[in-house]
Antibody, heavy 120, light 110 residues
Framework: QVQLVQSGAEVQKPGASVRVSCKASGYVFTTYYIHWVRRAPGQGLEWVGL????????NYAEKFQGRVTMTRDTSTSTVYMELSSLRSEDTAVYYC?????????????WGQGSLVTVSS | QTVVTQEPSFSVSPGGTVTLTCGLS?????????PSWYQQTPGQPPRTLIY???TRSSGVPDRFSGSILGNKAALTITGAQADDESDYYC??????????FGGGTKLTVL
């Protein structure tokens, strides 16, 4: 069965970086894009960006340009999202989700979420 | 900057029908944006309800339906039940590999 299993909760200080992982199984890793979505406390869902597991091409929301880096390791079917220069507003649950199509797709499976807390 | 708009909150009586909408701050939503809808309850990942405007995801009851109404995407819940009380989000595929979520609608069933 399809699974996206994310890494555990993290606590980081302002200005630091955090890396969250998303390990895929149950399907051919290279046939689906992986997106990252977050939900901050009291806020709605927010799209962060996507990575194409074939070649590693990325698209990021303008808001996160320059602070986010998504990478993948095809040997372990794992995608990573690193967010740098953390601030308190980055405290959120981060989800990975897969999408089959570059345009016109939809999130059909989601990871369980990874809580990132930014606090001094 | 593109803003996707949703009603912040909505209320429906049990058994009633409610239509939530998803619009654009500038322009109209059409099927070319491939609108999809998600339900999220506290502590859980989102659940996919509708994709490509009006296709129901596997296992989603047929009382959930999607459409384009005027210049917006719409999610209609017919025969609302208590466990439909949740947050609902639309997301639009803006092209060039960019996606934007609406602000979400908090639905109360009472």
């Amino acid at each position: 069965q399809v699974q996206l299993v994310q890494s555990g909760a993290e606590v980081q200080k302002p200005g630091a970086s955090v890396r969250v992982s998303c390990k895929a199984s149950g399907y051919v890793f290279t046939t689906y894009y992986i997106h990252w979505v977050r939900r901050a406390p009291g806020q709605g869902l927010e799209w962060v960006g996507l990575i194409n597991p074939v070649g590693g091409r990325t698209n990021y929301a303008e808001k996160f340009q320059g602070r986010v880096t998504m990478t993948r390791d095809t040997s372990t079917s794992t995608v990573y999202m690193e967010l740098s220069s953390l601030r308190s507003e980055d405290t959120a649950v981060y989800y990975c989700a897969r999408v089959r199509d570059y345009r016109g797709g939809y999130f059909d499976y989601w990871g369980q979420g990874s809580l990132v807390t930014v606090s001094s | 900057q593109t803003v996707v708009t949703q009603e912040p909150s909505f209320s429906v009586s049990p058994g009633g029908t409610v239509t939530l909408t998803c619009g654009l701050s500038s322009g109209s939503v059409s099927s070319t944006y491939y609108p999809s809808w998600y339900q999220q309850t506290p502590g859980q990942p989102p659940r996919t309800l509708i994709y490509s405007t009006n296709t129901r995801s596997s296992g989603v009851p047929d009382r959930f339906s999607g459409s384009i109404l005027g210049n917006k995407a719409a999610l209609t819940i017919t025969g609302a039940q208590a466990d439909d009380e949740s947050d609902y989000y639309c997301v639009l595929c803006m092209g060039s590999g960019l996606w934007v979520f609406g602000g979400g609608t908090k639905l109360t069933v009472l």
